[in-house]
């Protein structure tokens, strides 16, 4: 299953109500297990993001639809970035001409 790198800012509202971020996890894992995908990690970050979690899931339009729920609830902007395992990056390398 395919590995993603999802990266969050708070917003104004989320970082309002910061104290909720525990259940907010709880909901984002729920979200996760309706798209059949699955939360690796999640943390909390210093520095320019605030959550980072890695998720599998099944394909893009899943990891988007959980993506457009995320930001639907305006505690958070995402940015999701597709992770390639060494398995991976050895068949893309050996595709090269």
């Not at 104004?12 to 996890?25: A, C, L, S, Y």
């Not at 940015?79 to 390639?84: H, I, K, Q, S």
Request: some cysteine.
């Amino acid at each position: 299953m395919p590995t993603y790198i999802i990266l969050g800012k708070w917003t104004d509202q989320g970082i309002r109500n910061v104290k909720e971020t525990p259940k907010r996890e709880n909901a984002f894992r729920e979200l996760c297990e309706k798209h059949e995908a699955r939360v690796k990690d999640v943390h909390r970050t210093m520095g320019r993001y605030d959550v980072v979690a890695t998720v599998e899931a099944p394909n893009d339009l899943a990891i988007t639809a959980i993506a457009y729920s995320l930001g639907s609830t305006g505690n958070i902007r995402t940015e999701t970035l597709r992770a390639f395992t060494r398995q991976e990056t050895d068949q893309a390398l050996a595709k090269m001409g």
